[in-house]
């Protein structure tokens, strides 16, 4: 996707919060935002990171997917909050309407103010930039909705990372069998290319898949009831404008 103006107007607004979010609160070490679709939005670290806002983006979208879907599954719930605690850092994913919001913590420094008040500060947070966001045009250019506003007839809308984790997927096919099987395609095609690989078309009678990389980190997949060489070609031309 091209970044427009008024993208990277926002970006500067929503990481100028980020800054004095991590100002104000001594036990945050850095926040990332992206969209459901691993999109990167903003993002604001104490130090810098071997990680890119890509990687981080791709990861964290990842993540709370996976954990919204497992809570969904086992406890017909919606995701509140996904902690996870390590030896020196808890990482603190929160997911909303329009947005995945992660927060890196100093477990010491959290613990001794209380892991509740963070999880509910941040909640609230989150849900006010989840409102900035919802009244830009961001939500309309981010990835998975332009595709399917480009594509309606898509049977299968997937964006995945290059390891085979869902991002974010609408499909009947299981998430986790999609997303594997999509990730071996994509990774053995690379291998048979020597790399470089744009897209890969799998036809049919009357349908067809269409695999596409997104960026360093993603990978798109959409099955379409189409297996015309110049309506599948008409479809990867709104791809490839979508993701410019």
Do not use: C, W
Request: no cysteine; charged share 25%; glycine share 6%.
């Amino acid at each position: 996707m091209s970044s427009e103006p008024n993208f990277k107007d926002l970006e500067t607004d929503i990481t100028d919060l980020l800054e004095k979010e991590i100002k104000e609160q001594a036990g945050i070490l850095g926040m990332t935002i992206s969209s459901h679709g691993g999109t990167h939005l903003a993002s604001k670290f104490k130090k810098d990171i071997s990680m890119t806002k890509t990687e981080i983006s791709a990861a964290s979208s990842s993540l709370v997917f996976l954990a919204s879907k497992m809570l969904q599954d086992s406890l017909n719930q919606k995701i509140s909050y996904n902690l996870i605690t390590g030896t020196k850092r808890i990482i603190l994913s929160i997911l909303t309407d329009n947005i995945a919001m992660i927060s890196y913590l100093n477990r010491e420094l959290a613990e001794l103010e209380g892991l509740d008040y963070y999880i509910n500060h941040l909640k609230k947070f989150s849900m006010k930039l989840s409102a900035i966001i919802a009244t830009s045009d961001l939500i309309k250019e981010e990835v998975f909705v332009a595709i399917k506003r480009a594509i309606p007839n898509a049977l299968v809308v997937a964006i995945i990372t290059k390891d085979g984790l869902p991002i974010k997927i609408q499909a009947t096919m299981a998430e986790p069998i999609l997303s594997a099987i999509t990730s071996a395609i994509y990774n053995l095609s690379s291998v048979l290319l020597e790399g470089g690989l744009e897209f890969s078309i799998i036809g049919g009678e009357n349908g067809s898949i269409i695999i596409h990389e997104l960026d360093k980190n993603r990978i798109l997949a959409i099955a379409v009831p189409e297996a015309d060489e110049k309506k599948l070609g008409s479809y990867i031309a709104k791809i490839k404008t979508i993701i410019a």
